[in-house]
C-alpha cells in the first residue's frame, strides 16, 4: 500500500487509530467502575474471570489473527474486530447476571485482540519502516490518551449514569471506525491461499490457555503449590511441547518457529516479556499505595497517576518523530528503559503525593521513550510477508509477561505484607494500649488492623469519630503503624520490579540494530534477497 497518496494513507490511519480508540476506551473506561458493576450483579465471587475472560479471549485472538491477517489482508481482520467488539459492549450493557457479563467480556475481548493485532501490523502494510516510527508513537499516544480519560469519564458516568451506558455510550465511534475501514481501507491480497495450522492453532491455545490461567490464580485464589496450579502449569508446559513438535512438521506454522532464531525478534520480545513483567507487576500496586498508605480517597487517586500518561502521550510521539527521522531505534531504548527504572527507583522511596507524581512523570517518559522502539525492531527485522505473524509474537510476550508479573509481584507483596504486619502488631505500643480499653472496643478496633482497611478511607474517619475521646489516639496510632507497614511492604514490591527492569535494560545491549527499511516493495526474486539480506544481519 506504500503507492497510496499520504492523503489517502491519512485517512487510513485516522480510521485505525479511530478502531484502536473505540476498543482502548471502552476497555478504561470500565477500570473504575468494575467493582459498582460486579457488586450490582451480585457477582464478587467471580470478580477475577471478569478481568481474565478479557485478557484470556484477547491474548489468543492476537496470535491467531497474525498469521491469517498475513495470509488473507489485514481489511477483514480489522472489520471482523470492530464488528465482534461493538457486538460484545453491547451484549455486556444488557447482562441481568455475572455469567452473562462474563460471556460477553469474552467476546469483547476477541474482537479487541483481532483490532490490536491487526492495526500495528496495518501500520508496517501502509509504512516502510524508516516511516513507521512516527506512527507507532501516535498508536502508543491513543493508548494513552484513553488511560486518562476512560478511568475519569467511568467514575463519573457510573455515579450518574446507569452502568450499561458505560458500554454503550461509545458504540458510535465503533460504527464511525467500521465504516471508514470499510470505504477507506483497500483491499490487499494476502500471500494467497495456504493451508490453515488449524493443529498448531488448536495446541497453542490450550498451552496459552492453562498458563494464563494459572498465573491469574496463583497466590489468590489457589495457593502457589497446590496441585490446581501445578496441575495447569504442567498441563501449559506438555501442550506447548507438542505445539513446537507440530510447528516443525506443518507446511504453513502458525507461529513459525524460524522467527526466534532472528536475533531481533528473539531479544526484543524477551524484553518485551520483562518489561512488562516489571511494569505491570509493579504498576498495579500504584492505587494501594496513593490510597492506602497516603489516604488519598479514590476520587483524587487519578489524578496522581495521570501524568504518567499525559507524559507517555507527549514522549512517544515525539520519540516516533524522531525514529523516523533517524532512522536509529537503539539509542532510545537506551534512554528509554533506564529512565523507567529511575521512575520506579523513586517508587521505592516516595513517602508524599509530590514523590508520587514526579515517579508517574519520569517512568511515563521512559514508557514513551522505550516502549514503540521494539515493535519497530522486531517488524524491520523480517521480511514483509511475516509482518502480522512477528507483530503478533511481540504482543504474545508482552501479556504473557504482564500477567505472570502480576501474580508474581502479588504473591512478594502478600509474603512481605503478612511479615510486616505480624511486626508491626508484635512491637507495637498500641498491642498494649488495646488491653487497657474496653473489650468490646478493641474488639472492633483489631478489625481494623488489615490493609483492606485503609482502602476505605470515610469508614475510617466515620470509626474513629465515633469512639471514645480517649481512643481515638490508640485507634489513629494502629491505623498509622498499618500504613507503615504496607508502605514498606510496598517498596519491596517495586524494589523488585526495578530488578526486573534492570534485566530488560542489560538485555538492550545485545539488541543488534538494522538500518530501517525505506520500502516495503519488494519482487518474489526480491523479498528473496531481501531474506538473505535480513538473515545475515540478524545472525
Known amino acids: 500500500m506504500e503507492h497510496l497518496t499520504q ?36 457477582g464478587m465471587d467471580y470478580y477475577t474471570w471478569t478481568i481474565n475472560i478479557y485478557m484470556l479471549t484477547s491474548t489468543i485472538a492476537t496470535v491467531l489473527v497474525g498469521k491469517l491477517s498475513d495470509m488473507y489482508g489485514r481489511k477483514p481482520f480489522l472489520l471482523i474486530g470492530i464488528l465482534l467488539f461493538m457486538v460484545g459492549a453491547f451484549l455486556t450493557g444488557t447482562s441481568n447476571d455475572v455469567f452473562q457479563f462474563i460471556a460477553y467480556r469474552g467476546i469483547q475481548g476477541i474482537g479487541a485482540g483481532i483490532i490490536q493485532s491487526s492495526a500495528f501490523t496495518a501500520v508496517g502494510d501502509l509504512f516502510p519502516p524508516r516511516e513507521r516510527g512516527k506512527w507507532m508513537g501516535l498508536l502508543t499516544a491513543v493508548f494513552g490518551f484513553s488511560s486518562v480519560l476512560g478511568p475519569l469519564l467511568g467514575g463519573y458516568l457510573v455515579d450518574h449514569l446507569d452502568w450499561h451506558w458505560l458500554f454503550w455510550i461509545f458504540l458510535p465511534i465503533g460504527v464511525i471506525a467500521f465504516g471508514m475501514i470499510m470505504a477507506l481501507f483497500p483491499k490487499v491480497e494476502g500471500s494467497g491461499k495456504q493451508s490453515i495450522d488449524y493443529i498448531g492453532s488448536f495446541f497453542m491455545t490450550i498451552a496459552i490457555v492453562p498458563l494464563l490461567l494459572a498465573f491469574s490464580w496463583a497466590g489468590t485464589e489457589y495457593a502457589w503449590g497446590s496441585a490446581r496450579i501445578l496441575g495447569l502449569i504442567a498441563a501449559s508446559i506438555i501442550f506447548a511441547i507438542v505445539f513446537v513438535l507440530v510447528e516443525k512438521k506443518v507446511k504453513n506454522p502458525i507461529l513459525p518457529l524460524h522467527l526466534f532464531q532472528n536475533n531481533i525478534v528473539t531479544v526484543s520480545n524477551l524484553i518485551g516479556f520483562i518489561m512488562n513483567f516489571g511494569m505491570m507487576g509493579a504498576m498495579i500496586y500504584i492505587s494501594f499505595f496513593v490510597q492506602g498508605v497516603l489516604g488519598i480517597s479514590p476520587t483524587y487517586a487519578g489524578y496522581v497517576t ?17 525514529i523516523s527521522k533517524t532512522g536509529k531505534y537503539k539509542r532510545f531504548a537506551l534512554i528509554g528503559v533506564p529512565t523507567m527504572i529511575a521512575g520506579m527507583a523513586i517508587m521505592i522511596f516516595m513517602n508524599s503525593v509530590p514523590m508520587a507524581i514526579l515517579s508517574m512523570i519520569v517512568f511515563g517518559l521512559g514508557l514513551g521513550i522505550g516502549m514503540p522502539v521494539f515493535s519497530i525492531a522486531t517488524q524491520n527485522a523480517v521480511s514483509h510477508k511475516e509482518l502480522g505473524v512477528v507483530t503478533a509474537s511481540t504482543q504474545l510476550f508482552r501479556n504473557l509477561g504482564g500477567t505472570i508479573g502480576i501474580a508474581v509481584m502479588g504473591t512478594v507483596m502478600a509474603n512481605n505484607l503478612k511479615t510486616n504486619l505480624e511486626n508491626t502488631m508484635q512491637n507495637s505500643p498500641v498491642v498494649k494500649d488495646l488491653a487497657t480499653v474496653d473489650p468490646k472496643i478493641s474488639e472492633q478496633i483489631i478489625g481494623f488492623a488489615n490493609p483492606q482497611a485503609l482502602m476505605n478511607k470515610p469508614l475510617l474517619e466515620q470509626t474513629e469519630a465515633s469512639l471514645p475521646a480517649d481512643v481515638q489516639p490508640i485507634f489513629a496510632k494502629m491505623i498509622e503503624g498499618i500504613r507503615d507497614a504496607l508502605g514498606d511492604t510496598l517498596s519491596t514490591v517495586f524494589l523488585t520490579g526495578t530488578i526486573v527492569l534492570v534485566v530488560a535494560f542489560l538485555l538492550v545491549f545485545f539488541l543488534k540494530e538494522i538500518p530501517l527499511r525505506t520500502t516495503n516493495q519488494a519482487s518474489s526474486e526480491g523479498e528473496k534477497a531481501e531474506d538473505t539480506v535480513l538473515d545475515r544481519q540478524n545472525s
Do not use: E, H, R
Open 7 to 42: 492523503k489517502k494513507k491519512l485517512s487510513i490511519m485516522i480510521a485505525i487509530m479511530a478502531a484502536m480508540f473505540f476498543a482502548a476506551i471502552n476497555q478504561t473506561i470500565v477500570s473504575t467502575a468494575m467493582p459498582k458493576i460486579i457488586s450490582i450483579l451480585d
Open 306 to 322: 495521570m501524568p504518567m500518561s499525559i507524559v507517555m502521550v507527549i514522549s512517544s510521539t515525539i520519540i516516533g518523530q524522531l
